[in-house]
């Protein structure tokens, strides 16, 4: 009798190990994903802040881009053409498990985490046109929100910021989902060439590019980094237009850095970082083409479950409530 008790519990604690490795594990200290072309091919790469050990993760003949961190750090969602058109797929921060979150076949990239890790939205192209979607992140319950391009969530879960229009003429668009409706970012008589909105961790700012001349010309040597209020007050320019081309804004965790992508003299784009207090940019990628980045880090982040796509809290409301 004692040996089958004994037999019992040792197959219980097999299969809770069995369970518990299929879980994906958070990295213990602060990294940045990225694109980058230095393999022949768009790979996600990751590195240190600082720009040390950069690893590729992804290892694949396909073009892979636009990674974005889930809110617990324990998976990766990116893009890429793995079946011969762009869609969404998710990994874990080692690069391992790599599988698609659809079932069915779409044009899907810019993809962005709800702030509980339980949904994502997305840019879909239709006939070429690009809409914001929404669905859980196993892809189920896929909803067409509004005619739009670069969705980004809200830390507060509200509001889904993304930009509309031309080359010409485009406007970032804040779009409540429990009222349903759409609101400017800046006034309509503000210059509206504006792309790829990112908002600050507090949720109180949005980071931007902007091309904040007129008429429209040295577009490639004048687009550059700003940040804004929520409701569009206090438009701060970060990063000097020395051009050319900054954009793809990220915040750090900490809300007080940000990353963005610009290019060079000769031509190629590499990743920077500015603190917002002030100082000079750091460059953090030197090598071939890299693009856009996002940045985890664990000393911000509290899981308040084992399970993966876990609600978060961020250490500073915790504080707040104390």
Avoid at 9 to 36: H, R
Avoid at 50 to 59: K, P, Y
Avoid at 111 to 119: A, E, F, H, I, N
Avoid at 239 to 263: C, F, H, I, K, M
Wanted: charged share 20%.
């Amino acid at each position: 009798m004692r040996s089958i008790r004994i037999f019992f519990i040792f197959s219980l604690m097999l299969l809770y190990g069995n369970i518990c490795s299929v879980f994906s594990e958070a990295p213990d200290t602060a990294k940045i994903v990225f694109s980058s072309f230095r393999d022949g091919n768009t790979e996600i790469y990751l590195m240190n802040p600082d720009g040390s050990e950069q690893v590729n993760l992804t290892h694949a003949p396909s073009d892979d881009f636009f990674p974005v961190w889930s809110p617990t750090g324990e998976q990766i969602l990116f893009a890429s053409d793995r079946i011969r058109v762009h869609d969404l797929y998710l990994m874990e921060p080692d690069g391992a498990n790599v599988r698609r979150v659809f079932r069915k076949v779409a044009h899907r990239e810019h993809p962005t985490w709800s702030p509980d890790g339980k949904r994502i939205a997305y840019e879909r192209v239709e006939f070429d046109e690009s809409w914001i979607y929404i669905a859980k992140i196993d892809g189920t319950n896929e909803e067409r929100i509004i005619l739009g391009r670069d969705p980004a969530w809200s830390p507060d879960g509200t509001e889904i910021a993304f930009f509309t229009g031309l080359a010409g003429h485009t406007r970032i668009w804040l779009f409540n989902l429990r009222t349903r409706r759409q609101k400017s970012l800046l006034p309509d008589d503000a210059i509206q060439w504006m792309w790829y909105p990112a908002w600050s961790p507090s949720g109180d700012k949005i980071a931007f590019a902007w091309l904040n001349h007129f008429p429209f010309i040295g577009f490639v040597e004048r687009q550059t980094i700003y940040i804004v209020n929520r409701d569009g007050t206090e438009i701060e320019q970060i990063v000097d237009e020395a051009g050319p081309r900054a954009n793809v804004p990220a915040w750090s965790p900490s809300g007080d850095t940000l990353l963005y992508s610009q290019r060079l003299e000769n031509n190629r784009s590499q990743i920077f970082k500015i603190a917002l207090a002030g100082g000079d940019p750091v460059q953090l990628t030197h090598i071939h083409w890299n693009y856009g980045g996002d940045w985890f880090d664990p000393a911000y982040v509290l899981p308040v479950s084992p399970q993966p796509q876990s609600l978060t809290t961020v250490w500073g409301e915790m504080k707040k409530g104390n």
